[in-house]
């Protein structure tokens, strides 16, 4: 099981990245997927999450509206596409999975990519 984040960069406020998580060893559809980020200083936070028992996305308030989430089974590719980007923003971000169907918190999830740095600065 290997996960490869890729995407991050340094982009201005209210600008957009697209991060992406290649999976290989599984087939993504059949894990419940997340994206997490962590800034200097502060815990994992969950950002979003494709739930494997019926496709159900979960968001964290602070994105709501702004990012996406979003599998391709074909390419068997996590995205995440960020809009409107802000400062807070700021963080490394990883991608995540597990067998389980919950979009829990970051200890229940057994599958880690590398983590990918998101900038949002002027």
């Known amino acids: 099981v290997q996960l490869q984040a890729s995407g991050g960069g340094l982009v201005p406020p209210g600008g957009s990245l697209r991060l992406s998580c290649a999976a290989s060893?599984?087939?993504?559809?059949?894990?419940?997927v997340a994206w997490f980020r962590q800034a200097p200083g502060k815990e994992r936070d969950r950002v979003s999450c494709i739930s494997s028992k019926d496709g159900s996305t979960y968001y964290a308030d602070s994105v709501k509206g702004r990012f996406t989430i979003s599998a391709d089974n074909a390419e068997n590719t996590l995205y995440l596409q960020m809009n409107s980007l802000k400062p807070e923003d700021t963080a490394v971000y990883y991608c995540?999975?597990?067998?389980?169907?919950?979009?829990?918190?970051?200890?229940?999830?057994?599958?880690w990519g590398q983590g990918t740095q998101v900038t949002v600065s002027s």
């Open positions: 995540a999975a597990r067998s389980g169907y919950g979009c829990y918190d970051s200890q229940f999830f057994g599958a």
């Open positions: 060893g599984f087939t993504l559809r059949d894990f419940t």
